[in-house]
């Protein structure tokens, strides 16, 4: 089974905190993606990456930046935490079509 | 092929069919999904269809899939309490781009 792993679970940052959300994906997928979700207003894209050290935004990348390094791992990188970005975090992988997503980050910035 | 919309609830009695529908405006999806998301857990691929396809069967879900009026629908035969969840609809562009509805929380009432 593929399994994508985000290292937190919850999280509770500062403003102004610099937030690393951790995800790795163990079946050698080519595309990462991070997610951020809010009721309402289902999955939006923050970034992807198609290859190691490939990246591209998504439809809301302010206030994040991304990492990839190797291939199994896509970090999601906020350099300075604010209060609007409390949200649920997903993480997810896909090689032919079918998305994998892990069980979601869910940060609150105070 | 960014618009992606759903009705954000849906209640039904345990035992009835459940239909939840979903519209998006661009016909050059290659693959239509429909995810399904259990409270405090990621997203689960439940069924999909291809773009050539107008109904697909799985035991108790049947998608249908209107091209002319962009629409596609889930529905759930003999709906159960453990069906209740946020379930969304996506579709996906050379397998890296997928836009996701803001997802229909499914209420089953015993």
């Known amino acids: 089974d593929v399994k994508v792993t985000q290292s937190s679970r919850y999280l509770v940052k500062r403003t102004g905190e610099k937030v690393f959300l951790e995800c790795v994906q163990d079946?050698?997928?080519?595309?990462m993606f991070w997610y951020r979700q809010d009721p309402g207003l289902g999955l939006r894209l923050i970034y992807f990456s198609y290859d190691v050290k490939m990246k591209e935004k998504g439809d809301i990348p302010e206030g994040y930046s991304v990492s990839r390094e190797k291939k199994e791992r896509f970090s999601l990188i906020l350099e300075s935490a604010s209060t609007n970005q409390t949200s649920m975090y997903l993480c997810?992988?896909?090689?032919?079509?079918?998305?994998?997503f892990g069980e979601g980050s869910r940060l609150t910035v105070l | 092929g960014e618009d992606v919309e759903q009705s954000l609830f849906l209640s039904v009695r345990e035992g009835d069919s459940s239909v939840i529908n979903c519209t998006y405006t661009d016909s050059s999806s290659t693959y239509l999904y429909w995810y399904k998301q259990e409270p405090g857990a990621g997203l689960q691929l439940l069924t999909y269809?291809?773009?050539?396809?107008d109904m697909k069967q799985d035991q108790r879900l049947t998608v249908l899939l209107n091209k002319k009026d962009k629409h596609l629908s889930l529905r759930i035969a003999d709906t159960q309490t453990g069906d209740s969840a946020i379930y969304f609809c996506?579709?996906?562009?050379?397998?890296?781009?997928?836009?996701f509805g803001s997802g229909t929380k499914l209420n089953v009432k015993p």
């Open positions: 079946m050698d997928h080519e595309n």
């Open positions: 997810a992988s896909t090689e032919t079509g079918e998305l994998f």
């Open positions: 269809i291809f773009s050539n396809m």
């Open positions: 996506a579709e996906v562009y050379n397998f890296n781009k997928f836009y």
